[in-house]
């Protein structure tokens, strides 16, 4: 079974405070993406990455950066919380043989206060 | 621009009902288009892809290009099919997906 794992379910951080998300997948997969996943706005991606050292921006990357220096590994990052970064957020994987099939893991979810 | 819209924030069947979970697509290319469910404390996990043309746990979906439309469909709806449903298009030769905003379904006894 491909597993996507999440280090942290639940994390509580200050506005201005620095945040790391870290996700690993144990299937060496190549594609590799970070959303968010809010109440009525559905799932939207933040970055997403194809490669090791390589990364592109999705729809709403403003405020967080990534890094992927080893090809399981695939973290997001806030280099300045705000309060309206609080949310649900998703890491999800893909070998791209098996089309649309995003393997997801459990969430993080972030609050900030 | 590409766009998923689910129409319905909620959607609340009794057993043994038929259910429609409405997913509308705005896309320029030739769509590959996707069901994801997440029932209550569990991952967000595929249900089905429209190529395959399968039938999942009763759902079916059906391309229809003209009305650009990909509406999930169960005969009879059951209990355990209560969760949140999202509609999904994947885009151009990338594994990127945009997904909708969603549809929770409720299917009370």
């Known amino acids: 079974d491909v597993k996507v794992t999440q280090s942290s379910r639940y994390l509580v951080k200050r506005t201005g405070e620095k945040v790391f998300l870290e996700c690993v997948q144990d299937m060496d997969h190549e594609n590799m993406f970070w959303y968010r996943q809010d109440p009525g706005l559905g799932l939207r991606l933040i970055y997403f990455s194809y490669d090791v050292k390589m990364k592109e921006k999705g729809d709403i990357p403003e405020g967080y950066s990534v890094s992927r220096e080893k090809k399981e590994r695939f973290s997001l990052i806030l280099e300045s919380a705000s309060t309206n970064q609080t949310s649900m957020y998703l890491c999800?994987?893909?070998?791209?043989?098996?089309?649309?099939?995003?393997?997801f893991g459990e969430g993080s979810r972030l609050t900030v206060l | 621009a590409q766009r998923v819209t689910q129409p319905e924030k909620l959607l609340s069947v009794f057993k043994g009902a038929p259910v429609e979970l409405k997913c509308n697509y705005s896309y320029s290319g030739s769509p590959e288009l996707f069901w994801y469910v997440q029932y209550s404390r569990q991952r967000l996990q595929l249900l089905l892809r429209h190529i395959s043309r399968e039938s999942i746990k009763g759902f079916t979906a059906d391309l229809n290009k003209g009305e650009t439309s990909f509406h999930l469909k169960k005969p009879f709806a059951q209990e355990e099919d209560s969760a949140m449903y999202y509609c999904?298009?994947?885009?151009?030769?990338?594994?990127?997906?945009?997904f909708g905003t969603g549809t929770r379904l409720q299917v009370f006894p």
């Open positions: 999800a994987s893909i070998q791209g043989i098996s089309p649309g099939e995003l393997f």
């Open positions: 999904a298009l994947k885009v151009g030769n990338t594994d990127k997906l945009i």
